[in-house]
Nanobody, 123 residues
Framework: QVQLVESGGGLVQAGGSLRLSCAAS????????MGWFRQAPGKEREFVAG???????YYADFVKVRFTISRDNAKNMVYLQMNSLKPEDTAVYYC?????????????????WGQGTQVTVSS
C-alpha cells in the first residue's frame, strides 16, 4: 500500500489558478501511474488527469488546455496545475495511485487514494 496526501486546495475566484500537490510514501513511487479525480457534492467521482510511470500525461475532455499534470519521482510527488478555473471546477480533488504503472481513466483501476483537498471556485 501507498499513503497519499493531497494539499494546495482552497478558495479562488473564477479565472484564477491553483496548484495541487500529492505526496506519496512508496519507495517504488516511480513505478506507479498516478491520477487526479474530483467529486462535487451530489455527483459521482470523475477522472481529471493521469500520468503513467513513463511520464505520459492524459486528461479529461472538460479540462481542455487549462490543467497540467506532472510528477517528480525524486520527491515522490505528483502535481496538478489548474489555470483559468471555473465555478464548475469546484469539488474535492483526490490523488490516486495505480501499481502497474499503466494509465487509466477508471477509478476502479486505482488501488490507493488520498483523503482529498477541497477546491472552491467563486463566480
Amino acid at each position: 500500500q501507498v499513503q497519499l496526501v493531497e494539499s494546495g486546495g482552497g478558495l479562488v475566484q473564477a479565472g484564477g489558478s491553483l496548484r495541487l500537490s500529492c505526496a506519496a510514501s512508496a519507495r517504488t513511487f516511480s513505478r506507479y501511474a498516478m491520477g487526479w479525480f474530483r467529486q462535487a457534492p451530489g455527483k459521482e467521482r470523475e477522472f481529471v488527469a493521469g500520468i503513467s510511470r513513463n511520464n505520459m500525461p492524459y486528461y479529461a475532455d472538460f479540462v481542455k488546455v487549462r490543467f497540467t499534470i506532472s510528477r517528480d519521482n525524486a520527491k515522490n510527488m505528483v502535481y496538478l496545475q489548474m489555470n483559468s478555473l471555473k465555478p464548475e471546477d469546484t469539488a474535492v480533488y483526490y490523488c490516486a495511485a495505480k501499481a502497474d504503472g499503466l494509465g487509466s481513466r477508471e477509478e476502479a483501476d486505482y488501488g490507493s487514494w488520498g483523503q482529498g483537498t477541497q477546491v472552491t471556485v467563486s463566480s
